[in-house]
């Protein structure tokens, strides 16, 4: 006689928990890496694009980042500080930011100029780097903030040649009097200022779609495998059945 299947309720329903789960969180996942390839899909796209020459209007940041883009004006000396925490190859350092004018605009925009290395000795010494003198020119890519870590404690209020942790945009604002972009600019190699010492080659954005179709793949699996199990279960218990 043929293996009957004994259907068992608790079990039917775990199985049922668990497969939903399984698949709901590879369906995120998925969405999720689908959205980070569109948006490396959509940064190809931008860096191939003319460079702006004038900063965008305020709207949707994301609109603009990672487009390339050309300004002329004046670095606002005063007004730099230290984004501390910022590994590179191993060394801890500093990024470097300052407020930048431009010619056509009202508007300041912080320029993310580059990475020094953190004095090992006194750790609240930071460096000195020489700006360019009167009118120049600031070429680099639009980013929408300048990156964050961990903070700790309560965040200090922004002034010039401040060690902060993170760079609040709103604070920075109030503090320095001046109106300022949403937008970052990391400010590249070869433009003014390349002989300052300052490192630019800035780290590319951690995408990692493979990641979450990884991820996704784990869960379609969990999920297939609880109903594989509840199927093989049922049979063998109703083979029991008949001995």
């Known amino acids: ?47 191939t694009q003319a460079p702006l020459e004038s900063l965008p209007a305020d709207g949707d940041v994301d609109a603009d980042e990672f487009r390339h ?21 191993g060394a801890v350092g500093f990024y470097v930011l300052t407020l930048f004018k431009p010619l056509d605009s009202t508007r300041a925009v912080v320029v993310m100029r580059g990475w020094a290395p953190r004095d090992a000795v006194d750790r609240a010494r930071v460096p000195q780097v ?13 980013r929408r903030d ?23 945009m709103t604070a920075l604002a ?11 600019i990391e400010q590249r190699a070869g433009t003014a200022g390349a002989a300052d010492g300052l490192l630019r080659d800035w780290p590319a954005p951690a995408l990692g779609s493979e990641r979450h179709r990884g991820y996704a793949v784990q869960w379609y699996a969990l999920s297939a495998m609880a109903i594989l199990f509840f199927i093989v279960t049922g049979y063998r218990r109703g083979r029991n059945d008949k001995i």
């Open 146 to 168: 300048a990156g964050h870590v961990m903070q700790l404690g309560q965040p200090d209020a922004p002034r010039p040649q401040a060690i902060l942790q993170n760079l609040d």
């Open 130 to 142: 020489p700006l360019p003198a009167g009118l120049t020119q600031v070429e680099g890519v639009l």
């Open 174 to 184: 109030q503090a320095s009097g001046w109106t300022l972009s949403p937008y970052v």
């Open 69 to 89: 883009i050309v300004l002329r004006g004046e670095f606002i000396a005063p007004w730099t500080v230290y984004l501390e925490n910022r590994p590179h190859d």
């Open 1 to 47: 006689m043929p293996t009957r299947f004994r259907f068992r309720l608790v079990p039917f329903c775990a199985t049922l928990v668990v497969a939903v789960a399984g698949f709901a969180l590879g369906q995120w996942q998925t969405h999720r890496a689908q959205a980070k390839e569109a948006l490396q899909a959509s940064m190809q796209v931008r860096a």
